[in-house]
């Protein structure tokens, strides 16, 4: 199983040393051909709008939109969440829409309000997580899954094969949200 990690800008390369040490390919992906023969793609952490101008510039947002609706399981994490939210409440623009949440940017504040938690995750318990200027989840379609909360709110929720965290995995030692994600990627 290849799993690609969109590395145009943000936290790709902690997302590549999770799925090492989760024993499966991790690839880099930086150009459409990089997208081929993937079983899944990782959109890591970082900043939306930086990442998404450099993704279109390299030619990937329509290979990547074409590769979410074929069905390619997705996780997004922070940034990546909001590229894939169907609906950003406080900012005019909206991205691959392969998600259907409505987030809000940065409502966690500024980088000094950054800070490490346990959330609560279905079937897995408590699990550290690190939030950096993340995006609180608004709003939930009907078809999406709650599967994660801290303070009673939705951190972690899974639509079929995409998943999306307001948090960073890949900034603690723990790999079962990583290993979560993997099982949707054999399923898928
Ligand atoms: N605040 C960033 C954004 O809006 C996300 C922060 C993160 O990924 N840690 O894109």
Redesign the pocket.
Known sequence: MKIGVLAVQ??AREHLLCLSRLGVEAVPVLRPADLAGLSGIIL????????WRLLSRAGLADPLQEALREGLPAFG??????LLAQEITN?PERYLGALDVAVE??ATGRQVD?FEAKVRVDGLGEVPAV?????AIRRVGPGVEVLGTYEGEPVLVRQGSVLGATF?PELTEDLRVHELFLSLCRKG
């Open positions: 943000g936290a890591p952490g970082g900043e939306s709008t930086a990442q994490t922070c940034a990546g969440l909001i900012w940017r940065n950054s939030f950096i200027r993340a995006p960073h």
